[in-house]
């Protein structure tokens, strides 16, 4: 997707789309030139890429810099984003932050880490991109 250019953040990757309890489209996404920062936009009722209000269809930058691979669910009423640092496909172990919010553009705040063991080694070797809901769960 580094050709497209009504994001807010320009040269973008590990792009994923989910979609609210109203059918509003929202785009999480990896800003690279924005130093790997983590952002979502509402989309237009087509599915387009910026709303129509421009900026303030962005959450803005979530978390810390050097992340990527966003994935974002809403559980219990709440919508969560959950990203990595920077890691290259995770070659090596990662940790995994979680941030949740009242609404799909925030505020989020830090809530979990996953993938770090009871002394704070970091164990997982995955990155959170394809998270799904599991049945029964809500």
């Given at each position: 997707m580094?050709?497209?250019?009504?994001?807010?953040?320009?040269?973008?990757?590990?792009?994923?789309?989910?979609?609210?309890?109203?059918g509003?489209?929202?785009?999480?996404?990896?800003?690279?030139?924005?130093?790997?920062?983590?952002?979502?936009?509402?989309?237009?009722?087509d599915f387009?890429?910026?709303?129509?209000?421009?900026?303030?269809?962005?959450?803005?930058?979530?978390?810390?810099?050097?992340t990527?691979a966003?994935?974002?669910?809403?559980?219990?009423?709440?919508f969560?984003?959950?990203?990595?640092f920077?890691?290259?496909?995770?070659?090596?172990?990662?940790?995994?932050?979680?941030?949740?919010?009242?609404?799909?553009?925030?505020?989020?705040?830090?809530?979990?880490?996953?993938?770090?063991?009871?002394?704070?080694?970091?164990?997982?070797?995955?990155?959170p991109?394809?998270?799904?809901?599991?049945?029964?769960?809500?």
């Amino acid at each position: 997707m580094s050709n497209v250019d009504t994001l807010r953040y320009q040269d973008n990757s590990d792009e994923n789309l989910f979609v609210d309890d109203a059918g509003t489209g929202n785009l999480v996404y990896t800003a690279i030139a924005s130093d790997h920062a983590i952002s979502i936009e509402r989309l237009t009722p087509d599915f387009d890429f910026l709303g129509a209000d421009g900026e303030s269809s962005s959450s803005g930058p979530i978390g810390v810099p050097n992340t990527e691979a966003p994935a974002a669910f809403k559980q219990g009423g709440i919508f969560n984003v959950a990203f990595d640092f920077c890691c290259c496909c995770c070659g090596s172990v990662s940790e995994v932050t979680v941030h949740s919010a009242p609404s799909p553009l925030g505020p989020y705040a830090a809530v979990s880490t996953l993938g770090l063991d009871y002394s704070g080694n970091r164990t997982a070797t995955h990155q959170p991109l394809t998270l799904g809901p599991v049945p029964g769960h809500g």
